[in-house]
């Protein structure tokens, strides 16, 4: 997709955009991002932070701990509990953004699953991508 892009969520309190190409998409079947999802996981634009831009609102930081014990910042619109993004601690200049809340993902295309390992029985992969069984370095 060409940038910019935007996005937001469910409420519209938090809006975003985008001004850099997209070009990797990334499945997260971790069990964080199954429960803050509440479904199979995440589907994530990995990005360098100058290229996201919050425009609209103040999205709430939750900080969860990884099992390799790093710190990963998530946030989400404390009004209507829309996962936005999410940032290492020890790595501020990357975010990962949710692609679901974007207002149009064009043809975007899953490019990688990660942490499969921890895959739910209903979650579908697509055996022509690329698959990784817990964290990508
Ligand atoms: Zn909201
Ligand atoms: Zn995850």
Redesign the pocket.
């Known amino acids: 997709m060409p940038a910019p892009l935007s996005g937001s969520c469910l409420c519209s309190a938090i809006r975003y955009t985008i001004d850099a190409p997209v070009a990797e998409l990334r499945a ?3 069990t ?3 429960k803050t999802s509440g479904a199979g ?2 589907v994530n634009v990995p990005l360098a932070s100058d290229a996201f831009k919050i425009t609209q609102g103040t999205p709430k930081r939750y900080a969860a701990k990884a099992d390799s014990g790093r710190t990963l910042y998530r946030f989400f619109c404390a009004d209507c509990g829309s996962p936005i993004y999410s940032q290492r601690e020890s790595n501020p200049a990357m975010v990962t953004v949710r692609a679901g809340t974007l207002d149009n993902a064009g043809d975007m295309k899953i490019t990688a699953h ?2 499969t390992k921890s895959k739910r029985p209903w979650s579908y992969i697509d055996p022509a991508s690329q698959q990784i069984s817990a964290q990508p370095n």
């Open positions: 997260c079947h971790c964080h991002c199954q996981g995440s990660i942490w």
